[in-house]
């Protein structure tokens, strides 16, 4: 089933793709102000309503907006969010847009700040916030550094849980990212 295609609208593009090229703060200040709310908006009409997931934990980088977009499709009723210690900006970037998109309200996120380097911190702080939820729970992949993937991985997969990773079926090799509106939600579930 081809899905509705997303376009950003003409002078959007150009001022975005513009500030990408001398200021990448500004340029990502204009995405989450002028594109990520009609890309929310474009996933949101094409996927079906209501929360699937009691907790997601999803892991967050330098690129917020994977956090936001994930938490957009599947809507879970209370969001998890581990990161670098390094990376409280972006952690209050996308809180921020969560809560005034009423997407997820500031009262049901945490965010865990973790040394991305420690396999075990990370590893302990996972297992808690998965112990602390007994319904449905997954989690999310996409953002932090890989060796945080890796151990998210394997830790959600060891105690049965599934794990998304959020894909781009299109991707600007000049922009160096994937093409806004592209992206679409991958559930994997434990190997068997």
């Known amino acids: 089933m081809q899905k509705n295609r997303f376009e950003i609208d003409g002078d959007n593009r150009v001022e975005w793709e513009r500030l990408q090229r001398i200021d990448a703060r500004a340029a990502s200040g204009f995405y989450f102000q002028n ?36 938490t957009a499709f599947l809507r879970p009723q209370r969001l998890v969010i581990i990161s670098s210690r390094n990376t409280g900006q972006y952690c209050e970037q996308a809180l921020a847009f969560l809560a005034e998109h009423e997407l997820q309200p500031r009262s049901a996120v945490a965010v865990r700040l973790v040394d991305a380097a420690n396999h075990n911190e990370l590893c302990k702080v996972l297992r808690g916030e998965l112990a602390a939820e007994k319904g449905r729970r997954i989690v999310d992949l996409t953002g932090g550094k890989k060796i945080m993937s890796a151990v998210a991985g394997y830790t959600a997969w060891g105690l049965g849980l599934p794990v998304c990773y959020l894909e781009s079926r299109a991707y600007n090799e000049q922009m160096r990212r994937p093409e806004p509106g592209s992206e679409e939600i991958i559930i994997y579930e434990p190997p068997s």
């Open 35 to 70: 594109i990520l709310p009609q890309v929310v908006r474009h996933h949101r009409e094409a996927a079906p309503t209501g929360s699937r997931y009691d907790l997601l934990i999803s892991l967050m980088g330098l690129s917020p907006e994977t956090t936001v977009l994930v």
